[in-house]
Protein backbone atom coordinates (compact mmCIF):
# COMPACT_ATOMS: atom_id res chain seq x y z
CA UNK A 1 0.00 0.00 0.00
CA UNK A 2 1.30 3.44 -0.89
CA UNK A 3 1.71 5.59 2.36
CA UNK A 4 2.95 9.33 2.27
CA UNK A 5 3.31 11.11 5.49
CA UNK A 6 3.99 14.84 5.93
CA UNK A 7 5.48 16.00 8.92
CA UNK A 8 7.58 19.87 10.27
CA UNK A 9 4.53 21.88 9.52
CA UNK A 10 3.81 24.84 12.62
CA UNK A 11 3.41 28.19 13.24
CA UNK A 12 6.25 30.78 12.17
CA UNK A 13 7.44 34.03 12.11
CA UNK A 14 7.18 35.79 8.67
CA UNK A 15 10.69 35.76 7.13
CA UNK A 16 11.62 32.86 9.18
CA UNK A 17 12.17 28.77 7.45
CA UNK A 18 10.56 25.59 8.01
CA UNK A 19 11.45 22.11 6.64
CA UNK A 20 8.97 19.99 5.77
CA UNK A 21 9.89 15.79 5.22
CA UNK A 22 7.42 13.20 3.33
CA UNK A 23 8.11 9.76 4.64
CA UNK A 24 7.28 7.22 1.71
CA UNK A 25 6.43 3.53 1.44
CA UNK A 26 4.83 0.83 -0.37
CA UNK A 27 6.36 1.64 -3.74
CA UNK A 28 9.93 2.21 -5.37
CA UNK A 29 10.65 5.13 -4.16
CA UNK A 30 13.91 5.84 -5.98
CA UNK A 31 12.66 6.20 -9.55
CA UNK A 32 9.36 7.88 -8.81
CA UNK A 33 8.60 11.64 -9.21
CA UNK A 34 7.86 14.04 -6.31
CA UNK A 35 6.02 16.75 -5.58
CA UNK A 36 4.33 19.17 -3.30
CA UNK A 37 1.08 20.59 -3.33
CA UNK A 38 -0.51 23.31 -1.10
CA UNK A 39 -3.66 24.31 -0.38
CA UNK A 40 -4.49 28.34 1.61
CA UNK A 41 -6.97 27.78 4.27
CA UNK A 42 -10.23 28.15 2.60
CA UNK A 43 -8.81 28.27 -1.18
CA UNK A 44 -8.09 26.10 -4.13
CA UNK A 45 -5.08 24.01 -5.03
CA UNK A 46 -1.45 25.01 -5.83
CA UNK A 47 1.22 23.08 -7.13
CA UNK A 48 4.74 24.11 -5.78
CA UNK A 49 7.30 21.90 -6.57
CA UNK A 50 8.61 18.95 -8.75
CA UNK A 51 11.89 16.48 -7.75
CA UNK A 52 12.50 14.07 -10.55
CA UNK A 53 14.98 10.66 -9.91
CA UNK A 54 18.51 10.54 -10.24
CA UNK A 55 17.85 9.33 -13.92
CA UNK A 56 17.32 13.11 -14.90
CA UNK A 57 20.08 14.30 -12.85
CA UNK A 58 17.23 15.15 -10.15
CA UNK A 59 16.17 18.17 -11.70
CA UNK A 60 13.65 20.36 -9.82
CA UNK A 61 10.42 22.88 -11.06
CA UNK A 62 8.72 25.39 -8.78
CA UNK A 63 5.95 27.45 -8.91
CA UNK A 64 6.75 31.01 -10.08
CA UNK A 65 5.32 32.15 -6.12
CA UNK A 66 8.51 30.19 -4.47
CA UNK A 67 10.83 30.03 -6.67
CA UNK A 68 14.35 31.25 -5.14
CA UNK A 69 12.83 30.49 -1.62
CA UNK A 70 11.72 26.84 -1.62
CA UNK A 71 13.77 24.37 -2.48
CA UNK A 72 12.97 20.70 -2.63
CA UNK A 73 15.05 17.40 -2.68
CA UNK A 74 14.91 14.06 -1.62
CA UNK A 75 16.99 11.50 -0.06
CA UNK A 76 16.37 7.92 -2.21
CA UNK A 77 17.73 5.62 1.03
CA UNK A 78 15.09 6.91 3.44
CA UNK A 79 12.62 7.12 0.80
CA UNK A 80 11.97 11.07 1.63
CA UNK A 81 11.49 14.12 0.17
CA UNK A 82 11.74 17.40 1.72
CA UNK A 83 10.61 21.14 0.77
CA UNK A 84 12.87 23.05 2.66
CA UNK A 85 10.99 26.99 2.96
CA UNK A 86 12.72 30.28 3.64
CA UNK A 87 12.04 33.51 3.61
CA UNK A 88 8.25 32.93 4.13
CA UNK A 89 5.16 34.73 4.05
CA UNK A 90 2.04 35.49 5.28
CA UNK A 91 0.75 33.69 1.72
CA UNK A 92 2.91 30.67 2.72
CA UNK A 93 -0.21 29.68 4.52
CA UNK A 94 -1.01 26.28 3.81
CA UNK A 95 -1.53 22.78 4.04
CA UNK A 96 0.60 21.12 2.25
CA UNK A 97 0.53 17.72 0.61
CA UNK A 98 3.32 15.35 -0.82
CA UNK A 99 2.03 13.91 -3.64
CA UNK A 100 3.10 11.43 -6.26
CA UNK A 101 2.34 10.64 -10.00
CA UNK A 102 0.66 6.78 -10.96
CA UNK A 103 4.23 5.59 -12.22
CA UNK A 104 7.70 6.59 -11.68
CA UNK A 105 9.32 8.90 -13.99
CA UNK A 106 6.32 11.02 -14.86
CA UNK A 107 4.29 14.41 -14.60
CA UNK A 108 0.73 13.74 -14.97
CA UNK A 109 -1.73 13.33 -12.66
CA UNK A 110 -1.73 13.24 -8.64
CA UNK A 111 -2.30 9.57 -7.87
CA UNK A 112 -1.71 9.87 -4.63
CA UNK A 113 -1.35 12.09 -1.95
CA UNK A 114 -0.56 12.09 1.44
CA UNK A 115 -2.71 13.43 4.69
CA UNK A 116 -1.33 17.06 4.47
CA UNK A 117 0.91 19.34 7.07
CA UNK A 118 -0.25 22.96 7.99
CA UNK A 119 2.03 25.87 7.85
CA UNK A 120 1.03 28.99 9.92
CA UNK A 121 3.09 32.14 8.74
CA UNK A 122 1.94 34.58 11.63
CA UNK A 123 3.49 37.55 13.67
CA UNK B 1 0.82 29.38 -17.27
CA UNK B 2 -2.03 27.48 -18.79
CA UNK B 3 -5.50 28.54 -16.86
CA UNK B 4 -8.69 26.78 -16.04
CA UNK B 5 -11.78 28.06 -15.33
CA UNK B 6 -14.40 26.30 -13.70
CA UNK B 7 -17.44 27.59 -12.23
CA UNK B 8 -17.92 28.42 -8.14
CA UNK B 9 -20.62 26.24 -7.60
CA UNK B 10 -23.39 23.83 -8.11
CA UNK B 11 -26.64 22.79 -7.09
CA UNK B 12 -28.16 19.45 -7.88
CA UNK B 13 -30.85 16.82 -6.36
CA UNK B 14 -30.33 13.94 -5.14
CA UNK B 15 -30.57 10.98 -8.36
CA UNK B 16 -30.03 13.51 -11.09
CA UNK B 17 -27.04 14.59 -12.84
CA UNK B 18 -24.30 17.61 -12.27
CA UNK B 19 -21.71 18.26 -14.71
CA UNK B 20 -19.28 19.87 -13.67
CA UNK B 21 -17.46 22.50 -16.29
CA UNK B 22 -13.47 23.53 -16.98
CA UNK B 23 -12.28 25.12 -19.79
CA UNK B 24 -8.39 26.26 -20.38
CA UNK B 25 -6.92 29.07 -21.90
CA UNK B 26 -4.47 26.60 -23.85
CA UNK B 27 -4.88 23.33 -25.49
CA UNK B 28 -3.86 20.61 -23.29
CA UNK B 29 -3.82 17.73 -25.99
CA UNK B 30 -0.64 16.24 -27.27
CA UNK B 31 -0.06 13.18 -28.87
CA UNK B 32 -3.84 11.61 -28.70
CA UNK B 33 -4.03 12.16 -25.20
CA UNK B 34 -5.83 15.44 -22.87
CA UNK B 35 -4.07 15.83 -20.28
CA UNK B 36 -6.93 17.21 -18.04
CA UNK B 37 -7.27 15.31 -14.49
CA UNK B 38 -10.50 15.48 -11.91
CA UNK B 39 -10.17 15.30 -7.78
CA UNK B 40 -12.93 15.08 -5.79
CA UNK B 41 -12.10 17.35 -2.00
CA UNK B 42 -14.06 16.98 0.55
CA UNK B 43 -13.80 19.00 3.83
CA UNK B 44 -10.77 18.18 6.06
CA UNK B 45 -9.69 15.58 3.59
CA UNK B 46 -6.76 15.27 1.10
CA UNK B 47 -8.09 15.26 -2.68
CA UNK B 48 -8.84 12.39 -4.79
CA UNK B 49 -7.92 11.67 -7.60
CA UNK B 50 -11.29 10.75 -10.15
CA UNK B 51 -10.56 10.71 -13.53
CA UNK B 52 -7.43 11.38 -15.76
CA UNK B 53 -6.55 11.74 -19.15
CA UNK B 54 -10.36 13.58 -19.84
CA UNK B 55 -12.21 9.96 -19.81
CA UNK B 56 -10.30 7.72 -17.38
CA UNK B 57 -11.69 6.17 -14.39
CA UNK B 58 -9.27 5.93 -11.58
CA UNK B 59 -9.44 2.93 -9.52
CA UNK B 60 -11.98 2.46 -7.15
CA UNK B 61 -14.03 5.60 -8.62
CA UNK B 62 -17.58 4.59 -8.94
CA UNK B 63 -19.25 4.62 -12.62
CA UNK B 64 -21.56 6.83 -11.65
CA UNK B 65 -18.32 9.66 -12.44
CA UNK B 66 -17.35 9.99 -15.91
CA UNK B 67 -15.30 12.78 -17.89
CA UNK B 68 -15.29 13.76 -21.46
CA UNK B 69 -13.57 16.94 -23.77
CA UNK B 70 -10.76 17.69 -25.42
CA UNK B 71 -8.45 20.58 -26.63
CA UNK B 72 -9.90 23.42 -24.35
CA UNK B 73 -13.12 22.02 -22.98
CA UNK B 74 -13.53 19.50 -20.12
CA UNK B 75 -16.78 17.97 -18.36
CA UNK B 76 -16.68 15.57 -15.44
CA UNK B 77 -20.52 14.33 -14.72
CA UNK B 78 -21.71 12.30 -11.98
CA UNK B 79 -25.22 10.43 -12.79
CA UNK B 80 -26.92 9.89 -10.55
CA UNK B 81 -25.48 12.51 -7.73
CA UNK B 82 -25.67 10.80 -4.11
CA UNK B 83 -25.50 12.39 -1.14
CA UNK B 84 -21.86 11.63 -0.84
CA UNK B 85 -20.39 13.79 -3.52
CA UNK B 86 -21.01 16.79 -1.99
CA UNK B 87 -17.38 17.94 -2.23
CA UNK B 88 -15.59 20.75 -4.30
CA UNK B 89 -14.12 18.79 -7.54
CA UNK B 90 -10.48 20.35 -9.02
CA UNK B 91 -9.55 20.61 -12.37
CA UNK B 92 -5.68 20.12 -13.39
CA UNK B 93 -3.82 19.84 -16.14
CA UNK B 94 -0.50 18.54 -17.15
CA UNK B 95 0.13 19.32 -20.65
CA UNK B 96 2.64 21.68 -19.18
CA UNK B 97 4.75 22.69 -16.20
CA UNK B 98 3.56 24.18 -14.13
CA UNK B 99 0.61 21.93 -13.21
CA UNK B 100 -2.44 24.40 -12.54
CA UNK B 101 -5.55 23.91 -11.32
CA UNK B 102 -9.15 25.34 -11.70
CA UNK B 103 -10.31 26.97 -8.64
CA UNK B 104 -12.94 23.86 -7.58
CA UNK B 105 -16.55 23.52 -7.78
CA UNK B 106 -18.62 23.12 -4.77
CA UNK B 107 -21.12 21.08 -5.61
CA UNK B 108 -24.19 21.30 -3.23
CA UNK B 109 -27.77 19.28 -3.04
CA UNK B 110 -30.89 21.32 -3.67
Known amino acids: EVQLVETGGGLVRPGSSLKLSCATS????????MNWVRQAPGKGLEWVALIKDKYSNYEANYAESVKGRFTISRDDSKSRVYLQMNTLRDQDTATYYCTRPPYGSYVGWFAYWGQGTLVTVSS | DIVLTQSPALAVSLGQRATISCKTN??????????MHWYQQKPGQQPKLLIY???NLASGIPARFSGRGSGTDFTLTIDPVEADDTATYYC?????????FGAGTKLELK
Open chain 2, 92 to 100: QQSRNLPNT
Open chain 2, 26 to 35: QNVDYYGNSY
Open chain 1, 26 to 33: GFTFSNTW
Open chain 2, 53 to 55: LAS
